[in-house]
């Protein structure tokens, strides 16, 4: 297992963690717009995919199911990442302020950015309108920036987690592509067989 101590973080990475993170003295609407992203963003986002797929139109269903099999790829893997890098999240190294009262669990990566972020290049590459491909992707990188706003996150948790949030939509997405082309694929050469 490797494990990340204080003396291994760099410096760029305690910076931008102190500049991001909002204290006593950010605008209160601003510490509200940071939790309300980091608490509840996630749990709306998969209760829309959820409506989407139960109540959207059946041309939806596969941007739907393969935008959460991309959430459930980062976010098993951000858990299997965890289970062999211990790193500590910044409020257990008494750096900046924990607006959540977060569990001192491992910081790396951060499974909420490394979801959000699946969801947001998932909606990036889906068929949907482009101004709904924008909006869930921007709600997406809202709860990434929000959970090093909160304190619960180094920028470099959520980094790690961006990259694999990113790998797992974009593996995911071109799989189902290709899968949804072979089976055409196959069609057509069906009814040109019969």
Known sequence: MLILQASDMHAWDRSLFLWINLDAQSPAALVSLAVVASRWLPAVGVAGLV??????PR???RAVLSTAAAM???????SLIKQ???????????????????????????????????????ALLSGWAPAARWALALAGLLVCWSRIAVGVHFPSDVMAAMLLGTFCAVAVQ?????????????????????
């Open 51 to 56: 409506l989407a797929l139960l109540l959207g």
């Open 59 to 61: 041309r939806w269903r």
């Open 72 to 78: 459930a790829l980062a976010w098993l893997g951000a």
């Open 84 to 122: 062999g890098v211990t790193s500590p999240r910044p409020f257990a190294l008494g750096l900046g302020t924990d607006w959540l009262g977060h569990s001192s669990s491992n910081g790396f990566p951060s499974s909420h950015a490394s979801v959000a972020t699946a969801f947001a290049v998932s």
């Open 174 to 194: 071109g799989t189902a592509r290709w899968l949804s082309a072979r089976r055409s694929g196959d069609r057509r050469s069906l009814g040109r067989v019969a």
